[in-house]
C-alpha cells in the first residue's frame, strides 16, 4: 500500500489587509487587498488609489491563485488622467494569454528558461507582490516568471542572495526580508508563519507600502 501525503500550503488568512503608500517619504495613497477563500482555491482582490503629482490614479485587479498558489486567473481595470484600461489573463502551468480592452490582439507568452511558475505582478500594485512570499515558499523556487499583464513582459524574478539590509524602522521583530532583483527590484518584509507582508519597498520608484495594523 502507498499512503498519500498531504502538502499544506500555506497563505495569509482570509481577511482584509489594508497599506498605506508613501513615495520618497511622503503619503501618496491607499493599497487595500481582500484575501478569499473557497475550497482549495484563492482570490486576492484590490482596490487601490493614489495620488501622484497631482494625478490621481485608481486601480481594481483580482488574481485568482490555484491549490499550490498558481495563478490562474487576473483581471485588472486602472484609471488615470481620464483613462480607463482593462486587461484579463488566463494561465495554464507553461503559458499565459493576455487580453486588453483597447482593441489589441489577444497574445500568449511562455515561461522563460530554467523557471516553473509565473508569478502576475502588476507594477505599482499590490496583489502580485503580495502573495509572493507564500507563493515562493510554497514553490521552494529561487527564480520565477515575472508577468505584467498591462504590457504583456515576461521577465525572470530571482531572489536576491546579497547581505540582508537593516531592518526598518516599525517592521516587527520577527518579519524576514526577502530581497528581489530582476527589472524592477523590491524588498518584502513578512511574517515568516503567516506570510502577510507588512512592508514592500521598491527603491527605483522611492516607493514605500506599509501594513496598517
Given amino acids: ?9 500555506t497563505f495569509p488568512a482570509p481577511g482584509a489587509y489594508n497599506y498605506t503608500a ?18 482549495s482555491a484563492t482570490e486576492i482582490d484590490e482596490n487601490s488609489w493614489a495620488t501622484v503629482m497631482g494625478m490621481t490614479l485608481s486601480a ?14 487576473y483581471t485588472g481595470n486602472y484609471r488615470a488622467a481620464g483613462q480607463n484600461i ?7 502551468a507553461a503559458s499565459a494569454t493576455i ?13 522563460v528558461p530554467d523557471t516553473h511558475h509565473f508569478a502576475v505582478i502588476e507594477p505599482g500594485l499590490l496583489a502580485g ?3 509572493l ?13 515575472w ?10 524574478l530571482m531572489k536576491s542572495t546579497a547581505a540582508a539590509t537593516a531592518r526598518p524602522s516599525g517592521v516587527p521583530a520577527q518579519d524576514v526580508e526577502l530581497s528581489l532583483t530582476g527589472q524592477t527590484p523590491a524588498t518584502i518584509w513578512s511574517d515568516p508563519g503567516s506570510f502577510i507582508p507588512d512592508r514592500i519597498e521598491i527603491p527605483s520608484q522611492n516607493a514605500v507600502l506599509t501594513r496598517v495594523h
Fill in 147 to 156: 508577468l505584467s499583464p498591462v504590457t504583456g513582459s515576461a521577465q525572470p
Fill in 129 to 131: 507582490l503580495f502573495a
Fill in 1 to 9: 500500500m502507498f499512503a498519500a501525503v498531504a502538502t499544506t500550503v
Fill in 99 to 111: 487580453t486588453g480592452t483597447q482593441g489589441e490582439a489577444a497574445r500568449t507568452v511562455g515561461l
Fill in 86 to 92: 482593462g486587461v484579463t489573463v488566463a494561465l495554464t
Fill in 22 to 39: 508613501s513615495m520618497s517619504g511622503q503619503p501618496i495613497g491607499q493599497w487595500n487587498v481582500t484575501v478569499k477563500r473557497n475550497d
Fill in 60 to 73: 481594481k485587479a483580482t488574481l485568482a491563485l490555484g491549490p499550490d498558489l498558481s495563478p490562474t486567473q
Fill in 133 to 145: 512570499p507564500a507563493q515562493l515558499a510554497a514553490w521552494n523556487e529561487s527564480t520565477v516568471t
